[in-house]
Every structure is written in C-alpha cells, then in structure tokens.
C-alpha cells in the first residue's frame, strides 16, 4: 500500500486473515456438500423418503428413532 491512509484491498485482508489462522496451527479446506436447494436435490429426498417409509422395516426403524430422539 502506497499511502498510509488507503483502505487495504479485500486481497490483503483474506490473505491476512488466513496468515493469522495459519500462525494457529490451522489449515484451510475445502468441502462441496449437496445444494439442497437444487430441485434434483429435493426429488431425490422425496423419492428415497417414500421408500424409506415402504419398507417393511419402517416400523421398527421408527420405533428406533422414537426411542433415541429428546423429548423437547
């Protein structure tokens, strides 16, 4: 940076911060998950959630999750 007064660039702010990270002993990743907004995405949960619910162990995986949920 040239003057005193200028704003440092977004550049050098995120590099910056990631030196400040680094110096913790962190290290940066990456990770893709799925676009649950994506319409595929939300066809996909419906189908394998009717599946899932037709299955003939669909009472006893219920019975499961029921017995290891928190009652709120």
């Not at 994506?38 to 959630?49: D, G, I, K, Y």
């Amino acid at each position: 940076m040239s003057e005193s007064n200028e704003k440092p660039t977004a550049k050098y702010r995120v590099q910056a911060f990631r030196d400040r990270l680094r110096a913790q002993g962190l290290r940066p990743i990456q990770i893709w998950v799925p676009d649950v907004r994506s319409e595929e995405f939300v066809r996909q949960a419906h189908l394998q959630s009717v599946a899932v619910s037709r299955s003939a162990y669909a009472p006893d995986d219920q019975d499961y999750f029921d017995e290891i949920s928190a009652d709120v």
